[in-house]
C-alpha cells in the first residue's frame, strides 16, 4: 500500500474517531407521560404555556408542527438510508480478500520451506513471473462503481475503500443529525401530550364541581346545559387528539431504535475498516513473504471477515428501520 494512501487513511482516522465516539442518546419510552408536578420548572413553564395555546387554537390542529416535522424527518431518513447501502464496500471487501489470499497462495513455492539462500531468489523471480503471466491472461473485468480501472491491485482495492470510508463518514454524521432532529420532535411530543392531558384533567375537573353546584334559576340551567355542552365538546376533542398524538409517538419509538442500533453497528464497521487501513494491512505487507499466511500474527482476512459480518447485520436492521419509516410515513399520511 502507497504511502500517500496510507497517510490519508491516518489523516481520516481522526474524522472517524470523533464520528464513533458520539453515542446517540437513547428515546423515552413511548408510554411514559410527563406529568406537571414531577416537571422542574423549565419543562412545567413549557407545558403551562402549552395548554395556554389550546385556549386560543383549535384542538385539531396542537402538536401539528412536530407531527409534520417528524413526518418530513421520516422522508428523509428513509433517502439517507438508502444512499449509505454497503454494498460496494461489501464488494471491496471480498475483492480485497480474494487479493490477499491471492498472494498467501501465489507465494507458490512456499520460501518458508526453501533453507537454502541461494533458492529463495528464484522464489522470488517465479512469484514475480507468475503475478505477470495471471495478469496477461485475466479476461477483462466489467467494473462496478466500488471498482477501480487499476484492477485487483492492494493500492487500487486500500484507496477504493479509503473513498468508500470517506462515504460511510459522511453518511453517518448525516442521519445522526436526522435522529437527533427526530428525537427533539418525538420529546416535543410529550410535552404536548402532557399539556393536552393537564387541560383534560382540569375540565374534567371543572365539569365535576359544576354538576355539584345547585342552579339559582332557569336561566342559568339553561346556561349551565349549553356550558355542559361546550365542555363536553371539548373534552371529546381532546380525547381525539390525544389518541392522534400518542399513536404518532408510538410510530417514531418503534423506529428510532432501529435507527440507533443501525448507526451503532455502521460505526463499528468503520472503525474496522480504518484499522485495516491504517495498521493492520500496512503491517501485513511489512511481513517477510513467507510469514503472510491466514494464521499469520498480523493478517487483515480477520478484520475482513469481521467487517462482511457486520454489513450483513447492518443489511439485516436497515431493512427494519426502513419498515419502521414506512410505517411511520403511512401513519402520517392516514392522520392528514
Known amino acids: 500500500m502507497s504511502d500517500r494512501i496510507r497517510t490519508a ?11 464513533t465516539g458520539l453515542e446517540l442518546p437513547e428515546p423515552s419510552p413511548a408510554e411514559s407521560l410527563l406529568l406537571l408536578e414531577d416537571m422542574s420548572d423549565d419543562y412545567g413553564t413549557q407545558i403551562r404555556d402549552r395548554m395556554a395555546q389550546l385556549d386560543h387554537t383549535a384542538v385539531s390542529t396542537f402538536g401539528a408542527t ?7 424527518l421520516a422522508l428523509r431518513m428513509s433517502e439517507a ?12 471487501l471480498r475483492r480485497l480478500r480474494q487479493a490477499i489470499a491471492e498472494d498467501t497462495v501465489g507465494s507458490g513455492l512456499r520460501p518458508h520451506r526453501l533453507q537454502a539462500r541461494w533458492l529463495r531468489p528464484l522464489a522470488g523471480f517465479c512469484s514475480q513471473l507468475r503475478t505477470r503471466l495471471r495478469a496477461r491472461h485475466r479476461p477483462p473485468q466489467v467494473h462496478t462503481p466500488g471498482q477501480q ?21 459522511h453518511d453517518l454524521r448525516h442521519l445522526d443529525q436526522l435522529y437527533e432532529a427526530s428525537l427533539a420532535h418525538y420529546d416535543d411530543l410529550a410535552l404536548s401530550i402532557a399539556a393536552a392531558s393537564e387541560r383534560q384533567r382540569l375540565l374534567r375537573a371543572e365539569d365535576l364541581v359544576a354538576g355539584n353546584t345547585p342552579e339559582a334559576s ?13 365542555t363536553r365538546g371539548l373534552d371529546d376533542a381532546l380525547t381525539a387528539r390525544l389518541s392522534k398524538l400518542v399513536r404518532g409517538r408510538r ?17 463499528r464497521l468503520l472503525v474496522i475498516i480504518s484499522q485495516l487501513l491504517v495498521e493492520t494491512l500496512p503491517q501485513w505487507e511489512r511481513q ?5 499466511s ?43
Open 149 to 169: 480501472a487499476e484492477g485487483n491491485g492492494l493500492d487500487a482495492l486500500a484507496a477504493a475503500l479509503l473513498q468508500q470510508e470517506h462515504r460511510m463518514l
Open 81 to 92: 438510508l438508502l444512499q449509505a447501502d454497503p454494498a460496494v464496500t461489501a464488494t471491496l
Open 9 to 19: 487513511a491516518t489523516e481520516a482516522r481522526r474524522l472517524v474517531e470523533e464520528v
Open 251 to 267: 410510530a417514531v419509538m418503534r423506529t428510532l431504535p432501529a435507527i440507533r442500533q443501525l448507526q451503532e453497528t455502521d460505526k
Open 288 to 292: 517477510p513473504a513467507e510469514l503472510r
Open 66 to 72: 412536530a407531527e409534520t416535522a417528524l413526518a418530513r
Open 218 to 230: 332557569d336561566g342559568a340551567t339553561r346556561d349551565g346545559a349549553t356550558c355542559d355542552r361546550a
Open 294 to 336: 491466514a494464521a499469520a500474527p498480523v493478517s487483515p482476512l480477520h478484520e475482513i471477515e469481521e467487517a462482511l459480518a457486520l454489513i450483513v447485520t447492518s443489511q439485516k436492521r436497515r431493512r427494519s428501520a426502513a419498515d419502521g419509516l414506512a410505517a411511520l410515513a403511512a401513519a402520517a399520511q392516514s392522520d392528514g
